[in-house]
T-cell receptor, first 115, second 111 residues
Framework: DSGVTQTPKHLITATGQRVTLRCSPRSGDLSVYWYQQSLDQGLQFLIQYYNGEERAKGNILERFSAQQFPDLHSELNLSSLELGDSALYFC??????????????FGPGTRLTVL | SQQGEEDPQALSIQEGENATMNCSYKTSINNLQWYRQNSGRGLVHLILIRSNEREKHSGRLRVTLDTSKKSSSLLITASRAADTASYFCATDEDSSYKLIFGSGTRLLVRP
């Protein structure tokens, strides 16, 4: 158990809908990272938050947004969903905002299926 | 895609044999990490090697880093069936604030 929790575990929804994925980092970790893993694109970095502030952005679509709250949990919002958004979404946390400096602790993921 | 390359894409070996996976990246890095992922599960950190290190060991794992060739290798010695998983390298080559993951090597260890 990494100490990172993600909810829900599975999500099935329809095209055009909006969903929210939630992540609680390990106790004491200030950084939260979101990743998307699909069969054809591998593991793609989406966005990082450090202590409530956005620190880095990756290949995140404009239809996606995220935030980190004062209690350090984070939410990833996906809107106007398309079939291609079906993927595993992982959240990871680490003590530092410098991504390479420390290991990242990954949650179990949310499997999103868009029908 | 910003992903690095991993080689081979898939590897099948017999229990007890050694497994070697390679990772290449494009630009300079500060650190390189290796992660393991069991099917559909979250990634688990294995080892971190800094750019000024050439080799690092952790149990049955040995990681080497050659910054002149922009490559790293992960060696798993005396493999076990439980080592069956996908293995990914990740670097901070693009930015200090994000990790770029390689495409991964799928390792199958046959009992």
């Amino acid at each position: 158990d990494s100490g990172v929790t993600q909810t829900p575990k599975h999500l099935i929804t329809a095209t055009g809908q909006r969903v929210t994925l939630r992540c609680s980092p390990r106790s004491g970790d200030l950084s939260v990272y979101w990743y998307q893993q699909s069969l054809d694109q591998g593991l793609q970095f989406l966005i990082q938050y450090y202590n409530g502030e956005e620190r880095a952005k990756g290949n995140i679509l404009e239809r996606f947004s995220a935030q980190q709250f004062p209690d350090l949990h984070s939410e990833l919002n996906l809107s106007s969903l398309e079939l291609g958004d079906s993927a595993l979404y992982f959240c990871a946390s680490s003590p530092s905002g410098l991504a390479g400096l420390y290991e990242q602790f990954f949650g179990p993921g949310t499997r999103l299926t868009v029908l | 895609s910003q992903q690095g390359e991993e080689d081979p894409q898939a590897l099948s070996i017999q229990e007890g044999e050694n497994a070697t996976m390679n990772c290449s990246y494009k630009t300079s890095i500060n650190n390189l990490q290796w992660y393991r992922q069991n099917s559909g599960r979250g990634l688990v950190h294995l080892i971190l090697i800094r750019s000024n290190e050439r080799e690092k060991h952790s149990g049955r794992l040995r990681v080497t880093l050659d910054t002149s060739k922009k490559s790293s290798s992960l060696l798993i010695t005396a493999s076990r069936a439980a080592d069956t998983a996908s293995y990914f390298c990740a670097t901070d080559e693009d930015s200090s604030y994000k990790l770029i993951f390689g495409s991964g090597t799928r390792l199958l260890v046959r009992p």
